[in-house]
Structure formats: C-alpha cells, structure tokens
C-alpha cells in the first residue's frame, strides 16, 4: 500500500491565485481529513468527509476555502484567492469506519504565498 | 471543544529514559493516541491505548493512563537519535474525530 498520497509537496503561489492540493487516500478507507499545521495554531482540522459526503467543515476558516471529494479515491482542498496568511503545511489523512488505529497521514503539502 | 495540552519542549540524553507528558479535558474521550512526526513528514501513529485501560507496553515504549487525572504519557526507554522528533498526544470519541496536542519537540543530544 502506498499510504495517502498529496501533491504537490511544495507549493508557492502568488498572493490572489488559486490554489488547489490534492489527496489520494488509502483505498478502502472511507474518512478522509484535511488538516493544516502552522507554528502559531499547530494542528487544525479544517474539514472531514465519511463515504465521499463533508460531515463536518466548521474548520473551514473562511470562504475562500472549498473541498471536495468526488470519488472514494480522490479530494482536493482548493483556495481561492489565496494570502499570504494562508501559508501553511497542509495535510490528508484517512481511516477506517470506527478504526481504532487512528488515521494514516499522507507527507503533507507545504504552501507558502507570496 | 476537547482540549489536549503537551510540554513544547523535551531534551534527553542519549541512552535515558524520555517521558512526554499530556493532559486532556474530554472525560469522554475512548481511545488515546501518540503521533511522531519527523522533520519534512506526515505524522506516524506510534500506539494507542483504550480508554478502559492504565497501561501499554510496546517494545522501547511505555504509555500510562490515569483516566482520573485525564493523564496520558509515553515513556521511551533507551532513547535514540532517531528518536529527535516531534510527538502529538491526540485524544477521540464518540464523533470520530481526533483532537491533538501543540506536539511536544524532543531533542536527543550525544
């Protein structure tokens, strides 16, 4: 099994584009997380999705932030427009219904805006 | 919301005993978990324990839970170099999702 897969692994951007992140979880796994991690806040859940439907968003800091989960295979955390203040390490993770092994982390995306 | 608190910062000897400790407020909370993340990685789950029990033993590593007190620690016995990381202590329950620490920085020095 590859794990969770992100890409890109480095992203830099210019202030007011767009941004899209992308996550392959691990096949069979039917939650997936998004998750952003910086120095001042640490580890914040920002949205979470059971079987391909967003259970919970209130992470979601603001509205330029979507994501989405078309397939079981695939989902993107997209931003749009994106600020500097949006710099940040950003990851996936996915788990079992009811795993009581915790959630598998992909390597992370590390978006810096300019 | 759950709250989950670390020492930010741990520096250890090369060959003793590191302890991180963690404490969290969710009485609720069913399973308690310990991350490692390296520089540049994702997060690694390293063991986990149920609420419903005071201690895990898993080859160097020692986790203690006192429900009472809503502590959790892991001990890691003759520590390594490969061991200079960060640790998450994370706690869930019913609603599935995790609630993690701000890590704790643990440096092995020679």
């Known amino acids: 099994d590859a794990g969770v897969i992100q890409s890109p692994r480095h992203e830099v951007t210019e202030m007011g584009q767009e941004v899209t992140l992308r996550c392959k979880p691990i096949s069979g796994h039917d939650y997936l997380f998004w998750y952003r991690q910086t120095m001042m806040r640490g580890l914040e859940l920002l949205i979470y999705?059971?079987?391909?439907?967003?259970?919970?968003d209130s992470g979601m800091p603001e509205d330029r932030f979507s994501a989405k989960m078309p397939n079981a295979s695939f989902s993107t955390l997209k931003i749009q427009p994106s600020e500097p203040r949006d710099s940040a390490v950003y990851f996936c993770?996915?788990?079992?219904?009811?795993?009581?092994?915790?959630?598998?982390f992909g390597s992370g995306t590390r978006l810096t805006v300019v | 919301g759950e709250d989950v608190e670390q020492s930010l910062f741990l520096s250890v000897r090369e060959g003793d005993s590191s302890v991180i400790n963690c404490t969290y407020t969710?009485?609720?909370?069913?399973?308690l978990y310990w991350y490692k993340q390296e520089p540049g990685a994702g997060l690694q789950l390293l063991t986990y324990?149920?609420?419903?029990?005071d201690m895990k033993q898993d080859q160097r590593l020692t986790v203690l839970l006192n429900k009472k007190d809503k502590h959790l620690s892991l001990r890691i016995a003759d520590t390594q170099t490969g061991d200079s990381a960060i640790y998450f202590c994370?706690?869930?329950?019913?609603?599935?999702?995790?609630?993690f620490g701000a890590g704790t920085t643990v440096t092995v020095r020679a």
């Open positions: 994370a706690e869930g329950g019913g609603d599935y999702k995790l609630s």
């Open positions: 324990i149920f609420s419903n029990m």
């Open positions: 999705f059971n079987n391909n439907v967003p259970i919970d």
């Open positions: 969710d009485s609720s909370s069913t399973y």
């Open positions: 993770a996915s788990s079992l219904d009811r795993s009581y092994y915790g959630y598998t």
